[in-house]
């Protein structure tokens, strides 16, 4: 027989045993769900976080991609010579307000524009003693205009050597830059550089079909104002090269076109040296172009460049073209002014 304390010793020890097991069933249960728990939250914070940061790492590229071509653009825009075109009728509205006469008239002159002529809108270039060339050269570029004739057969670059060695023009070495005066012996070399840039230039640009790529060089480097004024400094050369050579033609009594004869007329530009020292040399410094040398540099360039002067609306001279008997295969391009001073590029 087994005494009565040790049954209830028994009983006690078997009762705390069951109990102490409940409880680690009952903790091992809860621990498993709390690690169970704690491991899924893991894992979907886990691939909440790759989820977030993925979809973060997306909107900061994105936003790094409108930012940096926002402020690319708009900071291009800045420095461009040739603007983006504008809506003609809104330009003349902002740029015409009032009602005196030549507010009126001018009014006019760019409904003219829009309603006859069919110009939407309007570049506006930059308004300095540049801005002819500019016009010119740039719708020259944006459109892929082929190299004039001459120019084929020629290799430009030689021709401020020719000038000197060939013709014996040592007076070339007078030749100012824009603003910038005498430069004596160096100016061969300068001019060309500048010479060689514009048949790099031009030859790239002819080579491109695209019209927006082309569009978009452009805007590239006409906002280069170091590269403009080589290019527009090329252009006043091969502007003289052409006034030199008609002139040695001349000379040999061969028939020159009309423009010359009138050129050479006047007494401030009766041979190649004094047009340069007159009038060429201070183009891009204190003048621009006057309209006998848009007369050479559509001659020049082998381009009917046909002008808009609203100043001179409803008249016979409201609409011209430099030269004013090109060549029929010549192509065209087309300019707007509102003095003859300054120009700005129309777009049909």
């Keep these: 027989l087994i005494p009565r304390g040790s049954d209830q010793v028994h009983s006690w020890t078997l009762a705390t045993s069951q109990a102490l097991d409940t409880i680690w069933r009952m903790a091992k249960g809860f621990v498993m769900l709390a690690v169970s728990f704690v491991v899924a939250s893991i894992c979907y914070f886990r691939r909440l976080h790759l989820y977030s940061g993925h979809k973060l790492k997306w909107w900061i590229g994105y936003l790094q991609r409108k930012f940096k071509s ?3 653009h708009s900071y291009i825009s800045l420095f461009l010579s040739v603007e983006a075109e504008v809506d003609l009728l ?3 509205a902002r740029e015409w307000k009032g009602e005196t006469p030549r507010t009126k008239l001018m009014r006019k002159a760019y409904e003219e524009l829009f309603w006859r002529h069919h110009i939407k809108c309007v ?40 000038l000197l ?47 927006h790529k082309r569009g978009s060089m452009c805007n590239t480097l006409f906002s280069d104002a170091i590269l403009e004024y080589k290019l ?38 009766s041979d190649p040296l004094s047009f340069m020292m007159n009038h060429l040399n201070s183009v891009g410094d ?39 008997e090109p060549l029929r295969d010549w192509p065209e391009i087309s300019l707007l002014t509102e003095n003859d001073r300054h120009y700005h590029i129309p777009v049909f």
């Design 70 to 72: 926002k402020y690319f």
């Design 90 to 92: 809104s330009y003349c």
């Design 123 to 162: 570049r506006q270039v930059k308004r300095d003693n540049y801005d002819a060339l500019r016009s010119v050269l740039f719708q020259i570029f944006s459109q892929g205009i082929s190299f004039p004739s001459w120019m084929k057969e020629k290799d430009i670059v030689k021709l401020p050597e020719k």
């Design 165 to 211: 060695f060939s013709q014996g023009c040592n007076w070339i070495q007078q030749y100012s830059f824009g603003p910038e005066k005498y430069t004596g012996s160096n100016v061969f070399g300068k001019l060309r550089k500048c010479v060689e840039l514009l048949k790099t230039q031009w030859t790239e640009f002819n080579g491109i079909r695209d019209y």
């Design 232 to 269: 527009y400094e090329a252009l006043k050369f091969i502007m003289l090269y052409q006034v030199t050579e008609v002139y040695e033609q001349m000379k040999t009594k061969k028939v020159i076109p009309s423009l010359f004869r009138l050129l050479f007329s006047r007494e401030t530009s």
């Design 286 to 324: 204190t003048c621009g172009l006057e309209q006998i040398d848009m007369f050479i540099l559509g001659y020049s360039l082998e381009v009917k460049i046909k002008v808009f002067r609203l100043f001179k609306f409803n008249s016979r001279d409201f609409e011209v073209c430099y030269p004013e």
